[in-house]
């Protein structure tokens, strides 16, 4: 008996440890979502870029500054003090800002958004406002254009901002704190 037992052991066991072996595919997905998609930003982003570059050349008084984020803004009010500072990590910022479409329709007024505290890169911000912040020093007021990307992109804001809206911001710093990491 013990004998049966140990050759039906070896049996079972020699059947049952073959390596694994790899499944094919049912369906053979294409890269064309993405290429589709590609497109579709890339003509939305030039189109975004035709109308700010529109907006720019029709607003010839204004000294309109690319900056390496991929949104364009111009001073309102500049100090060119030494002993003031931009914000650095961490630093609390307190700002108010209104927000246009680039037809210029004034969606939020800066009643909606007077005397914000935002601690730097530690909090939730739409991207090109969170960027443009770290350029400003108190008591500046900058008009940025964001294409939709730096604004609140494919989403918007699920209130008032729709997909893909591009935007016009007029922003003001009232104050920097430092913090003690800086």
Do not use: H
């Not at 790899?22 to 890269?31: D, E, F, H, L, Y």
């Not at 982003?45 to 390496?68: D, F, G, P, R």
């Not at 030494?82 to 700002?95: E, H, M, Q, S």
Request: charged share 25%; net charge negative.
């Amino acid at each position: 008996m013990y004998k049966f037992f140990i050759l039906v052991l070896i049996t079972v066991l020699c059947f049952n440890c073959k390596t694994p072996e790899a499944r094919k595919p049912i369906s053979v997905k294409t890269g064309s979502f993405i290429d589709e998609s590609l497109e579709r930003n890339k003509k939305l982003n030039a189109k975004e870029q035709a109308l700010i570059e529109q907006i720019m050349s029709a607003n010839e008084s204004n000294t309109y500054i690319a900056s390496e984020n991929g949104f364009w803004y111009y001073y309102n009010e500049k100090r060119n003090e030494d002993t003031l500072v931009t914000p650095n990590f961490g630093d609390i910022v307190n700002y108010s800002y209104s927000l246009k479409d680039l037809n210029g329709t004034l969606i939020y007024p800066e009643d909606n958004f007077k005397n914000l505290d935002y601690a730097m890169d530690r909090q939730e911000l739409f991207t090109g406002l969170r960027e443009g912040l770290k350029l400003m020093k108190t008591g500046e007021t900058v008009t940025f254009l964001f294409p939709s990307q730096k604004a609140y992109g494919y989403y918007g804001d699920e209130n008032k901002i729709g997909a893909n809206i591009p935007l016009i911001a007029k922003v003001t710093v009232n104050s920097i704190t430092k913090t003690e990491d800086n």
